[in-house]
């Protein structure tokens, strides 16, 4: 079984949150704050006014408050629309 977006929307898969602050200092779950970078997972076809940019595999920041948590099997996800995604990470 899979997740298949439909129309703009992407499948993220939230990175996980840095465990130590810059300076080394560990952080415990309630200091953490939840990162918006994310993996595309999957990608919808678009639609006739929407061009799909992000690709599975890209690296990408995302709006704040953006898309719907689901748990799918064991892993978490968040579905978004594609104009909520904000800027791909580049290496």
């Known amino acids: 079984m899979r997740l298949v977006p439909l129309g703009d929307r ?3 898969k939230q990175i996980e949150a840095e465990t130590k ?3 080394g200092i560990i952080l415990t779950s309630s200091a953490q704050e939840k ?3 994310a993996e ?3 990608v919808g ?3 006739e ?3 799909m940019e ?16 689901v748990k799918f099997g064991t892993d978490e996800y968040i579905v978004v629309k594609q104009n ?6 580049e290496d």
């Open 84 to 89: 909520d995604v904000l800027a791909i990470v």
């Open 49 to 51: 006014d929407v061009k």
């Open 10 to 12: 992407v499948v993220l």
């Open 21 to 23: 602050s810059k300076g």
């Open 54 to 69: 992000v690709k599975p595999g890209d690296k990408v920041i995302y709006s704040k408050y953006a898309g719907t948590n």
């Open 35 to 37: 990162p918006q970078e």
């Open 45 to 47: 076809p678009g639609t």
């Open 40 to 42: 595309v997972i999957a």
